[in-house]
């Protein structure tokens, strides 16, 4: 038996030993396949990190069933999908082509110097992990003078590292405000511009007034897209860099530790990676969720501001401030759930990738001490502390790009978060643009015969004329007001409204106006252009005097139209008003004129706006309530010179003689369109009010 067992043993070390000659012989092709397949590894392995995954709903949520491939998730009362899945990447492809418009465009560019920059301070990266082993082991030796030769190395190296560590910063930083700026011309674009509205465009209108999906869109434009186009410049170094460090570190620690130890490293980071994922939070959903509690909170105190007036007079201090530390409070306490989420989290991943990870690489570190490689010469004390030291270094730094590797899944993960957003915005303004708008209908929109009204879609055909023929009128919430509405104005013949309040006096004209689409019947109308609004209270924009006067035009467009400030101060005269520009330091003084100027100044502003614009057709809604009655008739009658209809509303019997036509609601549904006999319906006018005051008597 004891001789069995010798010869057993002596024909193992035999075979073990050729098995050794044979691998020493064929070590550097197995090195290289090592290598490659480790490349290899890392890249398929971080391509099915980041691939397509089943959405998550956001928390608090809930889903029965199996999620439905909707990519319209800004519908009412229904969070937004986020996960990092097909959909993102389909959002997310698309905002790529707005903010990376082609090849030689300057983000491209951009990406490119920050790509070799990338490259760069890897290669660095590699050349100091070296020149920390040199130093260490000059010490060991106690070589003096190579010792500071390796620090001036060092010091010179340093002079690169830093320039290449500003820089990345600062391209990082550019790429992150060119994406902005690209994203929100496109949005803007989309958001203001009447071209891209499609035949009436009114995008901006139509988003805050017909849906009801976005609420805070000043939010989504300002903040969101700010935090998108951040995450979206960092994201890239955040996945590309590391995973160049990785393959680049490792490939040179296999040089010195030998590629073997690679399989060990892939096992060990593929398992404890797939603990790490497992225990990641949904990130990206707490990130839209943040965006959108902060949106709400937001949308709550411009409430505030803009309702302030009605609010202080009701007293409805405390109300509206519980309503806001609702808000609030509800924002703080997700807030608060994310950062415990974070914290414990944060204590998982660091003991994992730092002290896990840590241990390990120790261990890797030191195979070439206590394990003679094969066709590795024996080194001294000073070449193995060098070698401990650079492989130490070079594994420390590969494990930080494994980190940052795990780390970028969450940004990821927080980019989904805004790409949903922002995607959200640029989805509705589409659907806008198409005349999809999602609203909620008031309880008499569901029966059948006011269904049928809002099923259906009226025509508009361009004229010089104004003419309704069975026009419904019906507000965004589907709130019929009127159910057929024909009427005929020519060019001229101006026209008085009237009717009790929320009869479709405001609804008629924001029809006209192109702001509210049109159910059924026909509507001939000139061009949206060819109209203005005066209202009770009108706008006025940031800017000079001169701005309120010709507004939307700047000073260039009213010089290109042969007007001057002269001929302003004309147009000034006519509404009585000439002095302002001496009382207000001239034509380009600057002021907040919504608070310089007086209720009957801005209705005189807005008059003369209209005087230097010249439309077809002018609609006036209670426009001459604040100015005095012979002023009121003088403006009137300069309108009618420069050949402006007017579509008026107003109370006022003093203005019925200025027009030819009639249009009363009765607030039932009901209407009446005739011509306006002025001093007769005067004369029943007195009648009534006599009536009226012998009726107070008795």
Not at 17 to 25: D, E, R, T
Not at 245 to 263: C, F, H, K, M, W
Not at 410 to 438: C, N, P, Q
Request: some cysteine.
């Amino acid at each position: 038996m004891a001789v069995q067992s010798t010869l057993r043993a002596a024909n193992f070390q035999q075979h073990f030993s050729q098995f050794s000659k044979s691998y020493a012989k064929h070590r550097p092709t197995v090195q290289r396949a090592l290598n490659i397949t480790f490349a290899l590894y890392v890249l398929g392995t971080t391509y099915r990190a980041f691939a397509a995954r089943p959405s998550t709903p956001l928390p608090g949520s809930k889903s029965k069933g199996k999620a439905k491939d909707d990519s319209k998730s800004g519908s009412p009362n229904k969070p937004p999908r986020v996960a990092i899945d097909a959909l993102f990447y389909k959002r997310l492809s698309t905002i790529l082509r707005i903010v990376i418009p082609g090849i030689r465009s300057k983000e491209a560019l951009l990406l490119l110097m920050h790509s070799s920059l990338l490259v760069f301070r890897t290669a660095i990266s590699l050349y100091v992990a070296a020149l920390d082993g040199k130093i260490v082991a000059s010490l060991v030796r106690a070589q003096p003078s190579q010792f500071f030769f390796n620090i001036l190395r060092w010091l010179l190296v340093a002079i690169p590292a830093t320039w290449t560590n500003s820089w990345l910063s600062y391209i990082q930083n550019k790429l992150a405000i060119a994406y902005r700026t690209r994203l929100t011309q496109e949005v803007m674009k989309q958001y203001l511009d009447d071209e891209s509205g499609g035949a009436d465009g009114k995008v901006y209108y139509k988003l805050s007034n017909l849906d009801d999906r976005i609420k805070n869109p000043d939010q989504m434009i300002t903040h969101d897209i700010q935090r998108f186009s951040t995450h979206l410049a960092a994201i890239y170094s955040n996945m590309a860099k590391p995973v160049l460090d990785v393959i680049l570190y490792n490939y040179q620690l296999s040089q010195n530790v030998g590629a073997e130890g690679l399989l060990g490293l892939i096992i060990f980071v593929q398992s404890s990676a797939a603990l790490l994922r497992y225990m990641t939070p949904a990130f990206g959903s707490y990130a839209a969720l943040s965006a959108q509690l902060a949106g709400q909170l937001r949308h709550t105190h411009s409430r505030l501001a803009e309702f302030a007036e009605e609010i202080a007079f009701m007293g409805g201090e405390e109300t509206e401030k519980m309503l806001i530390e609702r808000e609030y409070a509800t924002l703080i306490k997700h807030e608060n759930r994310v950062l415990r989420k974070r914290w414990w989290f944060g204590c998982v991943e660091e003991g994992i990738i730092k002290w896990l990870w840590g241990s390990f690489g120790l261990v890797l570190c030191a195979v070439p001490v206590f394990v003679k490689l094969p066709g590795v010469a024996t080194l001294d004390l000073g070449g193995r502390t060098e070698g401990f030291v650079t492989n130490r270094r070079l594994l420390l730094s590969s494990s930080d790009a494994f980190g940052r590797v795990m780390y970028s899944y969450k940004d990821l993960s927080e980019l989904a978060g805004y790409t949903s957003r922002v995607s959200m915005l640029l989805e509705t303004m589409e659907d806008v643009k198409k005349g999809k708008m999602e609203k909620a209908l008031v309880s008499s929109a569901s029966t059948e015969k006011n269904a049928s009204i809002l099923r259906g879609r009226g025509q508009i055909i361009e004229s010089e004329e104004i003419q309704f023929e069975n026009v419904p009128i019906v507000t965004p919430n589907g709130d019929i007001l009127l159910r057929s509405l024909s009427f005929h104005v020519k060019p001229g013949q101006h026209l008085l409204i009237v009717g009790p309040n929320g009869c479709g006096k405001s609804s008629l004209f924001r029809i006209l106006g192109g702001l509210w689409p049109v159910y059924g019947g026909i509507v001939r109308k000139p061009a949206a252009s060819q109209f203005i609004l005066i209202p009770q209270r009108p706008y006025l924009s940031l800017g000079t005097l001169r701005d309120q006067v010709i507004y939307p035009h700047s000073k260039d467009e009213m010089e290109a139209r042969g007007i001057t400030d002269d001929d302003l101060l004309k147009v000034l005269s006519y509404v009585q008003m000439e002095g302002v520009v001496e009382r207000e330091g001239g034509w380009d003084a600057a002021r907040e004129w919504r608070d310089a100027l007086s209720g009957g100044d801005k209705q005189k502003i807005a008059w003369a706006r209209l005087f230097y614009h010249k439309p077809k057709y002018a609609v006036l809604d209670e426009a001459t309530s604040l100015v005095p009655q012979d002023m009121e008739g003088q403006m009137m009658e300069h309108a009618t010179e420069l050949g402006i209809t007017l579509l008026t509303v107003s109370h006022r019997p003093s203005l019925w003689k200025y027009h030819a036509t009639i249009l009363h609601y009765d607030g039932q549904g009901g209407y009446i369109f005739t011509k306006l006999d002025a001093e007769k319906r005067l004369a029943l006018q007195e009648e009534k009010q006599s009536l009226e005051a012998k009726l107070l008597e008795v």
